[in-house]
């Protein structure tokens, strides 16, 4: 650039494009309109109030003169300087009054309205500000991503570096959600962005992510931040940095706590999207209403967090929370993006497509558009680069809105350079060699600098640049540099570009010739732009800008911060390094190509390489990043390790810190995602995983998702652990929707339910042989939950079977322990009519044939454990009646009146009637008492307990269990008829019961222990004696 000496026609130096007319004008005739649109964002320094600016000063000379003189207006800015200086000398800062009162009277009224301008500006940067507020773009509504197997078309991949656009080929998929990791935080309560380009002062020791701007040099700060405090960090400790990865475990939170509340939506809304979209055809629909589910979740906690008052460590989990939804909702997005391109059906004939690349006079974006359709492996590399884009576009767009570098150089390009060397003769003080010329290479050319507050303006430029070119957003860091009247520098950013000339192909009908696309000299261009990123004497900023553009990684790497800007730089230098080798491969030039350095050709990149390089990195920070659980899955979804990633996952599960709810979740649905995909997953590997969820949502009760996600588990795993699950639910109501929902889901509840009756009936159930001598033992809770458990099964008529055999089995239980109010209980919980219902529901499957064996026995079983039952009621309410209900005798009183002994009289009468009533009610008792003991002693057709059929399957441990209650039981019944008959004086019937035990037809005596016989014969012997005692013969029979 030819060097323009500062003393020429302003004119010709800063002709600038009037926005708003689109007409060229002078800058004397443009100055007053700029300044008036600068007044409301003038320069916030350390040396100026906003009111005391240079342009505030030119600005209040054009409103009070009709004619723009610049060299007196030059002379009254002097004057103005300073007055200004010597006044902040004398800690003064009013400045005299030079104006007549007319013009005092408007500064002043001025002054006020810029001062309460500021304060409200102020007070808004002060307040908490949201972690993120959603630009335009982003309220765009959902889109439909590519099918399964379908192909996506070439011309909808935006290739990031060669052909930019204002949207990527990820956003328009909708793959689109708010960073909140893109967000920092200083000590004032503003996002570290707008804190270092507003004002240089360094935030110390604070480096919440990876967009931290300038810090005392102003060159040593990120771009991507990482950490989503903005605003909301007033309350943590600035001096030391926050490190979320210590913070594994968010169960400290209570339910109640909104943050956790919020976001446990996700887990239903998971649940919805996995239904709605069932088949593999739209697989990549359900990725995007994943993504687009934890973006809307983001938001919501965003609001949240702004209401609530930071704390210490509870606030740093909330933040956890947040960070893992954001890097979720990212995740989500690289998987819509990368696998809706491998899992494309068809493939290109490569040879063909080379022959026909041959014969044809391509240019050079048409050579490339040939190399992203015939390399999967580079395009897809392409698609990691506009990922990274994406997710800092959603940055930019909810920060960079809050601060414009316009408000500190707006159309005009040093301007305080232009004035030192316009005036730096007349300047009191030391003055510094700066240059002396203009144009944009005098700085490098002259090796001066430029004015102070214009080498902070330069740096605060350069930085939003290279935002933007982080962000893919070539086209607004190229207005940005016009809106700062450095279009030279946005021309400079244009000449990476492919050439192309649609010509070639043929005229259009219209006849009209459409314009030539790029950069005929590209290579040149690419070459100076080497030199330029390696140049010392630019800032970093500069130097990455054009290392971005030229391929030069050692440049553009120390202007990185954060895991994703290290990664972006290296898939940007790796993918630029492949174009070039293809295009200097198929060079259609007729001159020879400006060849760039070896160093460049020595960037020799591969996706693993560059991984192991970001986990070797020389920053512990971007170290530590890269053992984040969501950085760790990214880099396996981009490698497209998935089984290497899978055996990660499950070495998770068995930490010490196990992962949190959300990641479970997310594990559990890539899984889905790979299964309905027809990727190829292990069974051993991907089971766990579901697994785990599904005991996740089980231990925090999330009932309406168990069943859809246990259904997701094989067939063997799902009963066992649905009827885990259930064994916890006691309400009725909540069984039977537990049931319904687990029909819905395709569970095989026949089989859960009777697991569930299983399990539980099997807990802690011990027959203990050394029984005390009590009739009845007390009901415990565990017992409680046996009899609640025979109620899965009566829900279904066609259950009714299997709920007699389970409730039957928990009965025998219960009655071997002596627990006959508990086995009571269950067969109060088996409705009246179950055998009947059996029958019906027999006869409706196979008709008139008769029950199976297991079914008829277990009907035989059930009325057996009724007539003992019954048997025992019986026997407690003659016990209570015989002993409690007997009339109380009168005791010998004397009288010693007429009256007395009336009274004495009438009181015996009523005891004789009483002892009649008593009497008489003792034998209906003892009668029903000794008919129902009978009933189980003399059971029909075999005996009690005994099976009828035996060419149904065998069960060994039933037929113990009926064994042993045999011998548990009847002797029992007999000494409770052998109690019944002595009290009542029913000796014969004692001596009866004694013929009957003996008896070859029933075989009683088999059930009988040794000690038992001895006890029973021991009651004979007091029956005998009492028998004697009252006349009659041993025998029971009245003597003659």
Not at 268 to 278: I, S
Not at 420 to 433: A, D, N
Request: net charge negative; proline share 4%; hydrophobic share 35%.
């Amino acid at each position: 650039m030819a060097a323009t000496s500062a003393e020429g026609p302003r004119s010709t130096l800063y002709s600038v494009s009037d926005e708003e007319k689109g007409e060229t004008m002078d800058i004397g005739e443009g100055t007053s309109r700029r300044t008036m649109r600068s007044l409301d964002a003038s320069r916030q320094s350390s040396e100026f109030y906003p009111r005391d600016s240079t342009l505030h000063y030119i600005w209040q000379y054009s409103e009070g003169t009709k004619e723009f003189d610049p060299d007196k207006m030059n002379k009254v800015v002097d004057t103005r300087r300073e007055i200004r200086n010597k006044s902040e000398f004398e800690g003064n800062r009013e400045i005299p009054d030079q104006n007549n009162e007319e013009n005092i009277f408007k500064n002043s009224k001025r002054r006020s309205n810029i001062q309460k301008s500021l304060q409200l500006l102020d007070d808004a940067v002060g307040s908490p500000k949201p972690f993120l507020v959603t630009a335009t773009p982003l309220l765009r509504t959902a889109g439909t991503p590519t099918p399964l197997l379908q192909r996506t078309p070439m011309t909808q991949l935006r290739h990031s570096t060669y052909t930019p656009s204002g949207m990527s080929s990820i956003a328009d998929t909708d793959f689109d959600t708010e960073d909140l990791s893109m967000l920092s935080n200083d000590g004032y309560g503003r996002s570290t962005l707008t804190a270092s380009l507003s004002r240089p002062t360094p935030t110390p020791g604070y480096s919440m992510g990876s967009i931290s701007l300038m810090n005392e040099t102003g060159l040593t700060s990120s771009v991507t931040p990482m950490k989503p405090l903005a605003g909301i960090a007033d309350d943590l400790t600035t001096e030391t940095q926050l490190d979320t990865t210590q913070v594994t475990n968010t169960s400290v939170l209570t339910d109640k706590d909104p943050i956790v509340s919020a976001s446990s939506v996700l887990f239903q809304e998971f649940k919805d999207d996995l239904v709605k979209y069932p088949h593999s055809t739209h697989v990549f629909d359900l990725v995007a209403a994943y993504e687009k589910s934890c973006r809307n979740q983001v938001n919501q906690l965003n609001s949240i967090m702004r209401s609530t008052a930071p704390g210490k460590a509870i606030f740093v989990k909330k933040v956890e929370i947040l960070m893992m939804l954001t890097q979720e909702s990212y995740t989500w997005r690289l998987i819509g993006s990368l696998y809706s391109d491998r899992l494309q059906s068809g493939s290109y004939d490569d040879e063909a497509m080379l022959t026909d690349f041959m014969r044809k006079n391509w240019s050079e974006k048409k050579v490339i558009s040939l190399l992203y359709d015939r390399e999967s492996s580079t395009r897809q590399n392409q698609l990691v680069i506009d990922w990274l884009e994406k997710n800092a576009e959603d940055f930019l767009e909810s920060v960079l809105h809050s601060d414009k570098v316009e408000y500190f150089s707006e159309s005009i390009c040093w301007e305080n350079t232009l004035h030192e060397l316009r005036e730096g003769s007349k300047r009191h003080g030391s003055k510094r060699p700066l240059v002396t010329e203009m144009d944009p290479d005098a700085p490098v050319r002259q090796n001066r600098p430029l004015a102070d507050l214009d080498v902070e303006d330069e740096e605060r430029l350069l930085k939003h640049l290279f935002v933007f070119i982080r962000a893919g957003k070539l086209k607004e860091a190229q207005e940005l540099c016009e809106r700062c009247g450095q279009a030279w520098r946005a021309a400079t950013l244009e000449g990476w570009k492919l050439l192309h000339d649609s010509n070639i192909d043929g005229v259009p009908d219209n006849g009209t010739l459409a314009e030539v696309e790029g950069n005929p000299y590209r290579d040149v261009w690419k070459a100076c732009a080497w030199k330029m990123s390696n140049e010392n004497k630019f800032g970093l900023y500069e130097r990455a800008v054009y290392a971005s553009f030229s391929g030069n990684l050692n440049q553009l790497i120390p202007a990185c911060e954060s895991w994703e800007d290290f990664l972006w730089a290296y898939y940007k230098v790796m993918i630029d390094v492949r174009v070039e080798q293809e295009l200097h491969l198929n060079s259609r030039s007729d001159r020879q190509v400006e060849n760039l350095p070896s160093a460049y050709w020595d960037q020799n990149l591969t996706p693993e390489k560059i991984f192991e390089e970001l986990k070797s990195c020389s920053k512990e920070s971007v170290r530590r990043q890269a053992e984040h659980h969501h950085h760790i899955i990214q880099t396996h979804i981009i490698l497209d390790d998935i089984q290497g990633l899978l055996k990660i996952m499950n070495e998770w599960l068995q930490d010490e810190n196990s992962p949190s709810n959300h990641m479970l979740r997310f594990m559990a649905h890539f899984v889905l995602f790979l299964r309905a995909s027809g990727l190829e997953t292990q069974e051993e590997l991907s089971c766990p995983l579901l697994k785990a969820y599904v005991q996740n949502l089980i231990d925090d009760c999330q009932v309406p998702l168990v069943a859809t996600y246990t259904a997701t588990l094989p067939p063997e795993l799902q009963i066992d652990t649905y009827a885990y699950f259930l064994e916890e639910i006691i309400d009725r109501k909540e069984r039977q929707r537990c049931l319904e929902l687990a029909e819905s889901a395709g569970l095989d509840v026949q089989t859960i339910t009777k697991t569930v009756v299983e399990n539980i009936r099997g807990k802690d159930f011990k027959i203990d042989n050394d029984l005390s001598p009590a009739l009845e033992a007390a009901t415990t809770e565990e017992d409680r939950k046996k009899i609640e458990a025979v109620e899965w099964l009566v829900f279904d008529p066609s259950q009714r079977a299997e709920a007699l055999k389970q409730g039957n089995a928990i009965m025998r239980c219960f009655i071997a322990t002596r627990k006959h109010t508990a086995a009571r209980e269950v067969f109060n919980k088996i409705p009246a009519g179950s055998i009947d219902v059996i029958y019906k529901q027999w006869q409706m499957r196979a008709g008139s044939s008769a029950l199976p064996a297991e079914d008829d026995n277990a009907i035989r079983e059930y009325l057996c454990i009724k007539a003992y039952l019954d048997a025992h009621d019986a026997f407690n309410d003659w016990f209570q009646h015989f002993h409690h209900g007997a009339p109380k005798k009168l005791s010998s009183e004397t009288y010693s009146n007429f009256s007395e002994k009336v009274a004495l009289e009438q009181r015996q009468k009523q005891y004789e009637v009483d002892r009649e009533r008593w009497q008489n009610s003792l034998e209906i008792h003892s009668k029903a008492t000794v008919e129902r003991l009978y009933n189980v002693l003399l059971f029909p057709d075999g005996g009690w307990m005994f099976d009828q059929r035996m060419d149904g399957e065998s069960d060994a441990t039933r037929s113990q269990q009926l064994e042993l209650l045999r011998q548990l039981c009847l002797p029992l019944i007999c000494f409770l008829l052998h109690t019944v008959h002595h009290s009542t004086g029913q000796y014969k019937q004692c001596l009866q019961l004694a013929d009957i035990i003996a008896s070859e037809q029933y075989e009683l005596y088999k059930v009988f222990r040794k000690d038992e016989l001895q006890r029973f014969l021991t009651l004979l012997r007091e029956t005998s004696l009492a028998v004697l005692e009252n006349s009659m013969d041993p025998l029971g029979y009245q003597m003659p």
